[in-house]
């Protein structure tokens, strides 16, 4: 995969109960509308089946050649992007993050106490359809090829390294 350029967003968050993971502020709306929280009656496949059956969804694919997952506001017409999953965002700018290590798309989980971690490169955040990786913290540590022990500083750590995966 080559190094790509530097991160231009990199944000964590702790993993709740039942995977919840609180949506980064940069990445939703004041009214909790976010930037990737959808109606699903606007998606093209709104009879999908929804994890949790909610109404305002955010909508899950992953990186076939990584396993790696990311969020995005529109499908993507990318062959190395599949469509996954579309989660029920349930309110309080918390979403959760699919079951899918053992359906074989991932390489990695996200269980609580976890840390999620948001990466994305600027053009992710800002051409259509916007989009951003989400890994757990093992798994960014992984491709860091880094040991860690909690009290590392994941963000700064990601800040001194070429990112990972390129822009979507």
Do not use: C
Request: net charge negative.
């Amino acid at each position: 995969m080559g190094e790509s350029p530097d991160w231009d967003y990199i944000e964590v968050q702790k993993v709740k109960a039942n995977r919840k993971i609180t949506l980064p502020p940069d990445l939703r709306s004041d009214d909790e509308v976010a930037n990737f929280v959808l109606d699903r009656s606007e998606l093209l496949e709104h009879l999908t089946p929804v994890e949790g059956g909610g109404q305002r969804v955010v909508l899950w694919y992953y990186l076939m050649s990584a396993g790696v997952a990311l969020l995005t506001t529109a499908d993507l017409d990318k062959s190395e992007y599949k469509r996954w999953k579309t989660s029920e965002y349930i309110g309080g700018n918390q979403i959760v993050f699919p079951q899918g290590l053992n359906e074989g798309y991932l390489s990695y989980e996200v269980t609580e106490g976890d840390k999620a971690v948001f990466l994305a490169h600027e053009e992710m955040l800002e051409e259509e359809p916007r989009s951003v990786y989400v890994l757990s913290d093992d798994k960014a540590y992984e491709y860091l090829d880094q040991a860690h022990t909690d009290d590392d500083d994941l963000t700064e750590t990601l800040k001194q390294q070429p990112a990972f995966f390129g822009p979507v």
